[in-house]
């Protein structure tokens, strides 16, 4: 196991590390030397890199992980949120609740770029159809409709995902964030989590499969989060997800990559060819929460 493994593991379970066995882990893995070997000089790539680095605890305390943040700030961060895409006018639901999520992740859930992403969230992320968002700029209206009639569902999963850390990492309980994950994960259920209401097939490529760490593609690692974090294992309508996870079992508690995702900055922590420790570890740690 690699040991960036074993710090998420103490860390989903909430077990103290002291600081030398923190860094002796970190310099000890294999996954990090490999996700810190070379720097991501792109908006795109960076996001991606961010997100792998970000499911690593404690690599917020390693100098390249400072770097892409601050390239980050730099470049892809606003005053309204976070946009790859080229300034405000862009600023699109999945992008910017990814990098909420990783910002959390590595502490920063309080910075004032955190902070942003997740006012935008608040004052702007739908979670029905048939509404209208306030956001005046179009980017939203592009790349295959983020806030139309029928909000995109990457989005909001994406959102929920994020908004569900950002309730871990704070210190304090936001009344507000809590309604949006009910609104968010009440929407989510009505679809069984991965199903088109109109036929029940699944809404978006990737979303049956399993893949980590997480790419703009909403996917089963990223719905398993939710409902294990959020405790809706109990629910009726997390029922279709919970047999397609039990279906992919290659043994008990055992399950495999996927799919893996291809683009600058992104680094697959497993390859498809044998069980993922990764996500055979989280998702049963996840999983036992809700039980």
């Not at 009639?149 to 304090?172: D, N, Q």
Request: with cysteine; charged share 20%.
């Amino acid at each position: 196991m690699d040991t960036a493994l074993m710090l998420r593991i103490a860390s989903e379970k909430n077990q103290h590390l002291e600081n030398t066995e923190i860094s002796s882990l970190l310099s000890e893995s294999v996954l990090v030397r490999k996700l810190t070997t070379d720097f991501v000089d792109h908006p795109l790539g960076a996001v991606f890199r961010i997100m792998g680095l970000s499911e690593i605890p404690h690599i917020e305390r390693l100098p390249y992980t400072q770097k892409m943040i601050d390239y980050i700030n730099r470049n892809i961060a606003t005053k309204q949120g976070f946009s790859c895409l080229g300034g405000i006018e862009e600023i699109v639901p999945c992008y910017n609740a990814m990098l909420l999520e990783a910002y959390c992740r590595l502490g920063l859930a309080e910075s004032k770029e955190a902070q942003a992403a997740l006012s935008w969230i608040e004052q702007y992320q739908l979670f029905e159809r048939n509404q209208t968002t306030s956001w005046p700029h179009k980017g939203v209206c592009k790349h295959g409709g983020c806030l139309g009639k029928t909000p995109c569902y990457i989005g909001i999963g994406k959102t929920v995902r994020a908004l569900t850390i950002y309730s871990e990492c704070v210190k304090h309980e936001n009344q507000n964030v809590e309604k949006l994950l009910i609104q968010g994960t009440g929407y989510m259920l009505r679809h069984k989590m991965f199903q088109r209401l109109s036929d029940g097939k699944p809404i978006s490529s990737h979303i049956t499969d399993i893949m980590f760490p997480q790419s703009y593609a909403l996917s089963l690692t990223d719905l398993t989060y939710i409902v294990g974090k959020r405790q809706l294992m109990a629910s009726e309508d997390s029922s279709e997800l919970l047999h397609l996870l039990q279906e992919k079992q290659i043994a008990e508690n055992q399950w495999k990559i996927d799919y893996l995702y291809s683009y600058k900055g992104y680094v697959a922590f497993e390859s498809k060819r044998k069980t993922s420790e990764w996500v055979s570890a989280l998702f049963s740690i996840w999983l036992s929460k809700s039980m």
